[in-house]
């Protein structure tokens, strides 16, 4: 099976940094699109950054600037960096990836479980 984990967020006060890394494992032939979204409460879920095979990027308006999207394509694994963060980018950060099995060839939207990040004012 196709999973896909994240991991790094937490509390931060404002104006502080945070990498998030999203981690792909199983029966998997290629990754196309890898990205980030996050939702905050009572909001509905938005895309923060996305990331291509060939390393073409984009970025929300809210986090032009301040964030980073990149990806390990060896490893399977998308990161964001994160910077001079807001209490605004509060929310619960989610991975999600165009993925291609291997077994079958299916090629499929997969979300990780999300990740918690607080930012304090």
């Known amino acids: 099976q196709v999973r896909l984990v994240e991991s790094g967020g937490g509390l931060v006060q404002t104006g502080g940094s945070l990498r998030l890394s999203c981690a792909a494992s199983?029966?998997?032939?290629?990754?196309?699109?890898m990205g980030w979204y996050r939702q905050a409460p009572g909001k509905q879920r938005e895309l923060v950054a996305s990331?291509?095979?060939?390393?073409?990027?984009n970025y929300a308006d809210s986090v032009k600037g301040r964030f980073t999207i990149s990806r390990d394509n060896a490893k399977n694994t998308v990161y964001l960096q994160m910077n001079s963060l807001k209490p605004e980018d509060t929310a619960v950060y989610y991975c999600n990836g165009l993925i291609r099995r291997a077994t079958d060839w299916t090629q499929q939207t997969y979300w990780g479980q999300g990740t918690q990040v607080t930012v304090s004012s």
């Open positions: 990331i291509t095979s060939g390393g073409s990027t």
């Open positions: 199983g029966t998997i032939f290629t990754i196309n699109a």
